[in-house]
């Protein structure tokens, strides 16, 4: 029993680090976590930790966008990727992988549709591919969660008909 309650200890441990690695990162990357103007929060661009410790975000936020920016908290810079999404879009999430890609699922496009096709971006090629795995179900403002045993669970937001 005792070796349970260790190891339960070392796992809450472990996950506080990370909790306190990203509030580092999302502290540093200015705009890009919600902030609180005269108690109103703004929108927020979709953004991930890489594998290597840099920050990712892509998409827009109040604005439709393609743009993704990488961001290193160590040096303090942010660049803007070659490489863009092929659809803009905002309302959308991004999810690291357990291969250290990122899944861009949903949102809103240009055109005010939900955007129907999920990217992938490889940090390692550094490029953006189009996603036709999965049978997904176009939707934006949701919450997608890769879960501890593989699936990514995806709740909440709107799709074409409403409120899901």
Known sequence: MAHKTKLQLTFLFVIALMMSALASVLMFSAGVAQSA?????KPSVPSVVLSDGRLLSVGGAGAVSAEARISDAASGNAVLLKDSLHYARR???????PTGQVLILGGVGADGNLVRYAEIYDPVQQQFQIFLGGNLTPRAAHSATLLTDGPLLVVGGRDARGSV
């Open 91 to 97: 309302g959308h999430t991004a999810t690291v992988l």
């Open 37 to 41: 103007v005269n108690g109103t929060a």
